[in-house]
Every structure is written in C-alpha cells, then in structure tokens.
C-alpha cells in the first residue's frame, strides 16, 4: 500500500508536459503547477497575447509572473528522500487505440492482462492482487483486450458464462433461467473446448487438402516438363530427320544434275561430229555445181557427152544424214523426280494430316451443352491498371465502358496509352471458360501480357498484334481477327457471347448464346504464354461485361 502511495503522489506531482517530477514547480493562477522552464517554454513557443494553461485551456491576459512554489518543492525533495520510483517510460502509457488500465488514477498505463471475472484490465502493477490473493488467483486472465464488454448480457448486465447451442449464441444464467429454458446449453469453456477440437480437425482437413493440391500441383508440373521434354526431343529428332532427307534430296540431285550434264556433253558431240561432216558436203556439193556449170556451156557435143558422166551425181547420196540423241532419257529422269516428289509431298501431308486428327481426337474434348461449359467457369475480372483512361470500370471489375471523357487522370506503367482496351487480372491456363455480355462494336480478345501499350496497332491491338485472338462483335455479325488478317462468320446474332479455352490442346472457341450455343469459330494452334482475357472498344458507349451466371 505505502509503495501504491508513493505512486500516486508521484503521479500528482508530476509535470504534465515533460512528464517527469516538477523541478522548481510554478502555479499558474487556475491552480495547475509544472516546471517553471517548461511553462516558460511552452507559451513562449505559442507567441500569443494570451497564454493559456496546457491543460485546462483557461487563458491570462497579461502573462502571469512565474515564482517557485516553495512548498510543492520540498515534497518534491521529500519524496525523493523515501525512495521515489522511477517515472516509468513513456511508451509504458496508454495512447488513444490501446487497452488502459482501469485502476491507473491520473495518466494511465497500458493493461498488461484483462480478468473475465472482474471485466475489468490491469497494467502490470495493479494486476499483482491476481498473483497474490488466494480468491483472484482462481479468475481467468486473458491479453488486454477492448472487448471486455462482449462478454455482459445485453438484457441483464450479467457476465455470459453459458452458450446455448439451440439459438448458437452465448447467454447468461438468467437467460438460462428465462428465454432460453429448456435449451440444450452448455458451459461457455466447455463449447469452447469442442470448437478447439473442431478448430483443429478443420485445421487438419485444410492442411491435408493443401499437400493434397501441392501434390497436384507438382504432378501437373512433372506432367508439363515431361511434355515439354518429350516435344524437344521429338523436335530435335525430327529435324535430324529432316536434316538426313535433305542431305539425301541434296546429293540425288546432284547426281541427277550430273548424268542430265554428261548427256548434255554426248549429244553436243555428236551433233558437231554431224554438222562437221554436212559442212565437207555441203564443199564437195557446191565444186561439183561450179563444174557443172562450167560444163553447161561447152558446144561441143561429143565433148559434153564425154565429160558429164563423170561429173553426174547418181551415184551421191540425196538422204540426210539422221541424229540420234538421247534426250528421251533426261525427260524419263525429270518424270521420275517430278514423280518422286509428288509421292513424298503426298507421304508427308497423309501422316502429318493423321497425326493431327489423333492429336485433336486426344485433346479437342470440348463440352456438348451450356451446363458442360459452366463446369469450367472462371471468374474473371479486368485490371484496372491496364484500362485505358477513357475506359469506366464497374466496382466489382467486370463491366468496361467506353466513356467521351477521360476517367483517370494518371498512367500506370501497364495501361494502355493509345488504344481504348483492357485486360484481365489473371493469367488463364488449363481448360477455361467465361461469357461476355456485350453492346455496341466490341472485339472478345485473348493475348499474351507483353502486348504492347503505346506502340503501332499491330504492336498493341487485339487481333493486330500476332500474339493475339480476337471476335468482332457488331449487330450485322461477327468476323474473326488474328495477325492483322480477318474472317468474315457466320451464325445467330446473340448480345452474349462465350468463350472456351482449353491451353493444353491449343483451342480456342467463341460461342453465339442464344437457346443454345452456337459455335461461330475455333482457333488451333500452340500457346507458348499464359493467356489473359481482353476487350477493345471502337465507339463511345461501348460496353462488354463478364458475366458467371446463367
């Protein structure tokens, strides 16, 4: 008790605004006292006409005259003479979001513990009773606490001791006595003894299904890398393949090349041996004509008829000679390589053609009804950081608008600066499906994450940007857009549209919803990127909305 004293005295004569004991204590004229270096202090630092006391805020007008109240400082001297304790620190006291103590007069203290019992919180020294006294040591402690109140009856300002599993709610015993007469009730520590047991059976099933699902996870990624392993493999012995047929085309044809050559050299050579040997015909021909000639005016007729016979050309040969070249050959051997490519074009397109049906057969397995595909659906919603400032975001993130004035007046790092689009918050693998509810002119988009932001339109633009697939959705139809090429379709006008994505088998579907669903168009090909979902906007008003329900 005398050590309690002491406190209290202490916490009396201590300044309230250095908090520490008075040192030269001064009175002010509304009675408050504190140091005269700090009362000093503090109006000088305020600079007013009027000065004010730090705790009462009357004001004195003109500033008193400060003298040293003798007798405050002798009790000052005096207690320290007893012993005085140390002024405890400053983050030992209670600010305005901590548990005080409920005993602490003056400025008070932190609540070390709070009683269930007594409702009330104790900082550490007014909460030793709880150690020492025989009938406090049976009262249960519990961390400081705000909500001590919780635990009285609204109706009867009793302490809630018993929980009646009936109505699921914690009652006091007249209560118990009262309403809830005839409830199955129970102790409130022995309820709370059952949901620990079932807080840690609960913990148990979470933690089993979480290894369960990392066990998942890690098969699914032993799955993927043996993929991944398996197609480089195949790759690589494809190309060696590939690589051997080419060198084996390479050196046939340059055996091709060389016999079509030598029979070029053979029939070249006969030909000049033939035309050297029409050249000496074609001399001997044109003396005998000259001589001829030369005879043709000779007179004399016994002369003449002697000379002619031996000038005659009865005897020459009139038939030309004939070549005989080989060039039916080159002509077999084109018609064969002209033939032999057409059966290896036909071998390859035959297997590649069912080892694709194979492949889709495995993988293309897409639902047969709307219900089918709701067992896929993904609840996705667009990121903010990504919309264009002109683009207007629904608060659950669902619903874009295109709007005539800009909506933002900053640029994250991710938003599209030039065109008015969006994309999703997260990336879709696996099997995926989502509806789009849509008005106006809208593309229904899927792309990689590293589509451009500020470049060109075949940088950034659904179905401009190669890494991206996109439906146009107009009321006069739909078209098909990728890589800057377009597909005019064909189906039933429908205001919602749903999109399928199956990552693994590289399909992606849009799906007119009207009574039933339509399928207006399927990509196939191989994904290499998570996908993420994205809309583009052509017109002010525009809107697309994700829509999960039917």
Not at 205 to 216: S, Y
Not at 381 to 387: G, R, S, Y
Request: aromatic content about 8%; glycine content about 4%; overall charge neutral.
């Amino acid at each position: 008790m005398a050590q309690q004293a002491i406190q209290l005295e202490r916490e009396k004569l201590t300044c309230s605004i250095c908090l520490e004991l008075l040192r030269d204590p001064a009175t002010i004229p509304c009675g408050h006292s504190y140091c005269m270096s700090c009362i000093k202090g503090y109006w000088d630092e305020k600079n007013k006409e009027t000065h004010a006391c730090p705790q009462c805020r009357q004001d004195f007008t003109p500033r008193p005259v400060l003298v040293k109240n003798t007798m405050l400082a002798e009790i000052v001297e005096d207690l320290k003479k007893v012993g005085l304790p140390s002024a405890p620190p400053a983050h030992f006291y209670a600010g305005p979001e901590d548990v005080a103590c409920d005993f602490c007069t003056e400025r008070k203290l932190k609540a070390f513990k709070s009683c269930l019992v007594c409702l009330a919180s104790y900082c550490e020294q007014h909460l030793q009773p709880h150690y020492d006294v025989a009938p406090l040591k049976k009262h249960k402690l519990v961390e400081a606490t705000l909500k001590l109140q919780e635990n009285l009856c609204p109706h009867h300002d009793e302490v809630m001791k018993i929980y009646c599993r009936t109505d699921q709610k914690c009652i006091c015993y007249l209560c118990s006595m009262d309403q809830h007469k005839g409830h199955d009730t129970v102790s409130t520590a022995a309820e709370w003894t059952k949901r620990q047991t079932d807080l840690t059976r609960d913990r148990e099933d979470i933690q089993r299904r979480i290894q369960d699902r990392e066990k998942h996870v890690q098969m699914r990624q032993s799955e993927m890398e043996a993929i991944s392993l398996h197609a480089d493999l195949t790759v690589t012995d494809s190309e060696e393949v590939f690589k051997d047929l080419i060198s084996l085309i390479e050196k046939k044809s340059s055996e091709v090349t060389q016999k079509m050559r030598n029979q070029q050299k053979t029939d070249l050579g006969q030909l000049k041996k033939l035309q050297e040997k029409t050249r000496l015909e074609i001399e001997e021909l044109r003396r005998k004509d000259s001589e001829l000639g030369q005879l043709s005016l000779i007179e004399d007729h016994l002369h003449f008829i002697n000379s002619y016979p031996s000038l005659s050309l009865q005897s020459d040969s009139t038939t030309l000679p004939t070549t005989n070249f080989q060039s039916q050959n080159i002509e077999k051997l084109m018609l064969a390589v002209l033939t032999m490519k057409d059966e290896l074009e036909a071998t390859l397109s035959e297997e590649l053609m069912k080892n694709s049906q194979r492949i889709s057969q495995v993988t293309v397995q897409e639902p047969k009804t709307r219900y089918g595909f709701l067992k896929y659906a993904w609840q996705i919603t667009l990121d903010p950081d990504t919309a264009n400032s002109f683009l207007k975001l629904s608060a659950n993130n669902r619903k874009a608008t295109l709007m005539q004035e800009e909506q933002c007046d900053y640029s994250p790092p991710e938003m599209f600066l030039k065109w008015w689009q969006v994309l999703g918050s997260d990336a879709l693998t696996g099997r995926c499906y989502w509806e789009v509810n849509w008005s106006g002119q809208v593309f229904i988009a899927v792309a990689y994450k590293d589509i451009g932001r500020a470049g060109s339109k075949s940088e950034c633009v659904f179905g401009h940007y190669k890494n991206s697939w996109a439906l146009r959705c107009v009321n006069s139809g739909y078209s098909y857009h990728h890589n800057n090429a377009r597909t005019p379709l064909s189906g039933p006008h429908s205001s919602r549209v749903g999109v399928y994505l199956d990552y693994s088998a590289g399909t992606l579907s849009f799906y007119s919803i009207t009574e039933s669903m339509t399928l207006l168009h399927r990509v196939q090909t191989q994904f290499t990127q998570p996908l993420y979902p994205g809309f583009w906007f052509l017109n002010h008003g525009d809107s697309a909305e994700l829509k999960f329900s039917m």
